[in-house]
């Protein structure tokens, strides 16, 4: 999967989640190896919403180029623009967390980044 787009998907799309929880954070969600660490005593930020979201993103951009990527072996992949973000969008599950039209400007980033010629 493409390392440096699914990172530049978070950064345009979730910037200030990401700022907000940090880099390391973000980077331990992108490479699976994230565990919240419970304290005894302090006072923490509530960032766990935040980390759902972001979560959340990486979980959708995950399966979003995954599904393109099926699409393009099967050469599904040769329709107009929308009609393709829309048979895309339509295969996907996505967390309530994440706005819709966030959902498809996401998608259409996707097409045209792994499709220069749309």
Known sequence: MPETLRKQLLQDYFADE??????DTVDAILTGTYKPIKT?????????????????????????L??????KREESIN????????LIRSK?????????????EVIKEIVRESHPKR
């Open 18 to 23: 990401c700022a907000f929880i940090g880099e």
């Open 40 to 64: 005894q005593r302090g006072e923490n930020m509530p960032v766990e919403g935040l980390i759902v979201v972001v979560t959340a993103a990486v979980g959708f951009i995950d399966s979003a």
């Open 66 to 71: 995954s599904l393109y990527d099926r699409m």
């Open 79 to 86: 329709r107009p623009m929308d009609e393709l973000v829309q």
């Open 92 to 104: 996907l599950q996505v967390s309530n967390e994440i706005d819709d039209d966030v959902v498809v």
